[in-house]
């Protein structure tokens, strides 16, 4: 299993959040020391990055996982503006969200990190691509 994997290298997962994302929105996570990865939820969204050819539309039950050192955006459309990670946590918890959704957000995204336990990094790591998008149906 890629749990499994995930151990045997000496990586560990972090969920950093869940969130209801409404209306037009983007966020563009910077390229850090870890891994990354997001589930889609509920609805969809876009993602891009310099790493990618084109951009890639990603759909509820899809998964992304990113290399480290890759920076990429997640957004509701293929070109929608988007704030960086920090702008965006400052900002959500002074948002008011629009409730005619049941306050569920039109897209739920699942985000976290996987954090390298052990130097030096897996020689694994050097050889994959630098995104992964997956269907988890």
Same mark, same amino acid.
């Given at each position: 299993?890629?749990?499994?994997?995930? @151990? &045997?290298? #000496?990586?560990?997962?972090?969920?950093?959040?869940?969130?209801?994302?409404? @209306?037009?929105? #983007? $966020?563009?996570?910077? !390229?850090?020391? &870890? !891994?990354? =990865?997001?589930?889609?939820?509920?609805?969809?969204?876009?993602?891009?990055?310099?790493?990618?050819?084109?951009?890639? /539309?990603?759909?509820? *039950? *899809?998964?992304?996982?990113? !290399?480290?050192?890759?920076?990429?955006?997640?957004? &509701?459309?293929?070109?929608?503006? !988007?704030?960086?990670?920090?702008? =965006?946590?400052?900002?959500?918890?002074? @948002?008011? /969200? @629009?409730? &005619?959704?049941?306050?569920? #957000?039109?897209?739920?995204?699942?985000?976290?990190?996987?954090?390298?336990?052990?130097?030096?990094?897996?020689? =694994?790591?050097? /050889? $994959?691509?630098?995104?992964?998008?997956?269907?988890?149906?």
């Amino acid at each position: 299993s890629l749990a499994h994997l995930m @151990d &045997s290298v #000496g990586m560990s997962p972090h969920v950093s959040a869940q969130n209801h994302l409404y @209306d037009e929105w #983007g $966020i563009t996570f910077p !390229a850090t020391s &870890s !891994a990354g =990865f997001h589930v889609v939820q509920r609805g969809s969204c876009f993602l891009r990055s310099p790493c990618l050819p084109s951009t890639i /539309r990603v759909e509820k *039950d *899809d998964m992304i996982f990113v !290399a480290r050192g890759v920076e990429h955006t997640l957004s &509701s459309g293929k070109e929608s503006a !988007a704030k960086s990670l920090s702008e =965006f946590l400052e900002n959500s918890a002074t @948002d008011i /969200r @629009d409730r &005619s959704h049941n306050g569920e #957000g039109i897209t739920t995204l699942l985000c976290g990190v996987y954090h390298f336990e052990t130097n030096p990094v897996h020689p =694994f790591f050097f /050889r $994959i691509a630098r995104l992964h998008s997956l269907s988890i149906k």
